[in-house]
C-alpha cells in the first residue's frame, strides 16, 4: 500500500495545495488502514486509495470553511502560496540548494497555478489522470461522467496547460 | 507506483520534492497509525551473516522472522492474509529482536528473551517448535531425538516438517536439529546458513 504514496501525495497537493497535503496524505493513509480488513474486494488499490483521498480533501476543505475547489480567479493568492512555500523550503538549505530549490519551487508553483486555472473537469481530469495515472474509465468514475468524456477531459486540459504555461512563460522577461 | 518518466512534460516540475517529501510522511506513518491502533504487524529487515532477515512482530511478541530466498514480498503478503492486512514498516517496534539477533551473531548472546507470537504454527507443529530451545547453544540433537520429546515420539518426518516451517528461525533453533547420520539435513535458510550457525555456535567464545 505503501507504494502508492507517490499518487497520493500528488493528488492531496492538487487538491489542498502543496502546504496542507501532508496532514491529508496522513489521513489517507490511516483512513485506508482503518477501512483495510473490509477491503479485500478492491481491485484497484490505487483508485481506490486517490478515492479516499479525494474524499479527504473535501474534508479538509469543509473544516476549513472554504470552496471545495479552488476557482479560476483564485491564480494569485494560490501562486503566491507556493511561492512562499517554496521559498521557506529555499531557506532552509544552504548556498547552491538555496537557489536551486527555489527555483525548483517556482517552477513547481508556477504549473500549480496553471492547474488551477483549469476549469473544473479538466483540471480534475489532468490531475486524476496525468498526474496520479489513473485510467480513463477510473477518472470517469470519479467524475461521475462517461469514460469518454473523461479522455475528452483529460485531453483538452492538458493543452490548456500546455498554452497556459507558455503564455506565463512568454510573461517572464 | 507510475514513474516519473510517464508524467507529461508539462507536470514534471511538480514531482521535483517528492521523494523526499513520500520519504518523510511515511517514516511518520507508523507512530501516527500505531497511536490510533491501527498497526496489527510491524516489521522491518536487517542485516546479518546469513543475509538480509525479515523481522515481523504482533501485539503478542515476534511473529515471523524470514530469510531473503523465503521471498520477503512474499512472506509479507502471506502475514497480511494470515494476520492481518494492517502491515506497516515500524522498525521501532522490532528493537529488541534486532538487539537480540545481533548480539547472537557476535557470539555474545546463547538464547534469546523476546515475547513471541506462535499463532503461524499450530498444533503438533507448534509442540515441536516449543521443544527446539531445549536444544542449547552449540548442541545438535537429531530429528528422531526430538521427536522422542513429544507427544508422538514416533512422528520424526513430522519434526522435519516442523522445522522446515519454522516462522521463528534462528530465535526457535531449528538450525540444532540435524539427521541422525549427524548430516546437517535440509534449512530453511540454505544449507550454508545452516553450517554458518553450527560453525559459529560451535566457535569458542570470545
New interface residues.
Partial sequence: M??????V??VC?ALVGVQDA?DV??ET??AA??A??E?GGIRNREAWLVTIARNKSMDHHRRAGRLPVPSGNAQAPLAVAWTATAGA?AAAAGGDDVVR?LE??E??A???SAVALLPEKQRLA?IYH????LRHAEVAGLLGNSEAAARRAASDG?KA??VQ?LGQDREQP | MIANRELPSELLPLAVDEDGAVARLRAALPAAAAAAGLVDVAYRVVDSPVGQLLLAGTEVGLVRVAFSREGHDAVLAALATTVSPRILRAPSRLDAAARELDEYFGGRRHSFDLPLDFRLANGFRREVLAHLPEIGYGHTASYAAVAALTSSPRAVRAVGTACARNPLPLVLPCHRVIRSDGSQGAYLGGPDAKALLLALEAAPQP
Fill in positions: 505503501a507504494a502508492h504514496g507517490t499518487v501525495l500528488r497537493r501532508d496524505w496522513q493513509f490511516l488502514l482503518r483495510y480488513p477491503s523550503v530549490a525548483a519551487g517552477d513547481a508556477m504549473v500549480w489532468v496525468h498526474l496520479a495515472g492538458l496547460l500546455r504555461l
